[in-house]
């Protein structure tokens, strides 16, 4: 036997070992694929999703679709085997990410990213409820902005405490976050400004100095537990959108200020037709980008859409994705979304905004 068949045989286990290693150990890949799709205008647990609260206005159940995608993802403690990362890679629907894409966050625990989940949902039904409440009346519904939290060292901690509510900076109305931003950051930075805020109940002046802080004009307030800031809000009355405990998430929030809207308004804003989309939504109705949006489309598709819509910032990330005859339409605030439903449901064919 020639040392070359010896050393052969030898190396064999060691290879047939490697290759069993490779199949056998966890990886530390997320593996993302299409999840189910929920039709807003329709039922769970044989309740209608979209409810509105005694001395509410009309609910029209008016056929059509209005579904929300969403997306399956491995958890955190879970790490996919060779074969299972090579089957993802090979399927068109999936995607294959390093694990920290999807959970950044090295210290978290699935028990910790399920109750995110499950607060960034509420926020965003709260969100969805308002967007479309304030549409549809009229109403001024937003009355200034919370105080969330306040950084330690920055204006705000030397006027602001934490549950004030900012209604006006001068004699500028603050109403959202957005106008909150919009007009701290055209301040000058070192001149004192008259915030008027409702304290307790109360309404008093109090002055805040600006200061540059990273580049910007900014006093240092935030949302509370490190969210996002938040509008003081009145509804005129209760309306609750009742998504199924396990979607959590933010993304819905575009489809369920559609969904509220098409209830509260006499006719199907879908003409009868299948629309699904995805999105963020703020208090000023502006649509935000999301993830897994090329598992989300083909989702979609698999149930029926016959039109999609995109948030703008998505635009990139969709360029490649198999949608069928299902049309995508690039949406940027609640009103394009909205416009964008009643121009389709119109004209199957008519123009739209695209990415």
């Not at 629907?93 to 090295?106: C, E, K, Q, W």
Request: hydrophobic share 40%; charged share 15%; glycine share 12%.
């Amino acid at each position: 036997m020639s040392q070359r068949t010896i050393a052969g045989l030898l190396a064999l286990p060691l290879v047939v070992a490697l290759i069993l290693c490779a199949f056998v150990l966890p990886l530390p890949y997320t593996i993302y694929s299409p999840g189910e799709t929920v039709n807003l205008l329709g039922t769970s647990n044989g309740h209608p999703i979209v409810t509105v609260g005694k001395g509410g206005p009309t609910v029209y159940r008016d056929g059509g679709q209005l579904r929300m995608v969403t997306v399956q993802v491995t958890t955190r403690t879970y790490h996919p085997r060779l074969f299972e990362v090579l089957a993802a890679w090979a399927n068109n629907d999936d995607a294959v990410y390093p694990l920290s894409y999807a959970y950044p966050d090295n210290s978290g625990t699935a028990q910790s990213d399920n109750k995110a989940g499950a607060q960034e949902m509420t926020s965003a039904q709260d969100i969805a409820e308002q967007v479309a409440v304030a549409t549809l009346t009229g109403a001024k519904i937003f009355h200034g902005v919370i105080v969330g939290s306040i950084s330690s060292g920055t204006p705000a901690a030397a006027s602001l405490k934490i549950g004030d509510v900012i209604t006006a900076i001068g004699r500028t109305p603050i109403t959202t976050p957005a106008s909150l931003k919009d007009t701290v950051t055209a301040l000058p930075a070192g001149k004192p400004v008259a915030f008027t805020i409702l304290r307790a109940g109360k309404q008093t002046v109090v002055s805040v100095t600006p200061a540059t802080i990273q580049g910007k004009t900014r006093i240092g307030v935030g949302g509370a537990d490190g969210g996002e800031l938040m509008s003081s809000v009145s509804m005129p009355y209760d309306v609750q959108v009742n998504i199924p405990e396990d979607i959590t998430g933010p993304s819905a929030g575009l489809m369920m200020t559609l969904s509220i809207y098409d209830e509260l308004t006499p006719g199907s804003l879908t003409g009868g037709g299948v629309v699904a989309g995805t999105g963020t939504i703020d208090q000023n109705g502006a649509v935000g980008e999301i993830g897994g949006i090329q598992q989300k489309i083909p989702g979609a598709k698999n149930d029926g859409a016959q039109l999609f819509l995109v948030p703008a910032g998505n635009c990139p990330d969709v360029a490649n994705t198999d949608h069928g005859s299902m049309r995508l339409a690039k949406v940027s605030t609640f009103a394009d979304a909205l416009k964008v439903v009643q121009t389709w449901s119109k004209d199957h064919n008519a123009p739209l905004p695209s990415c």
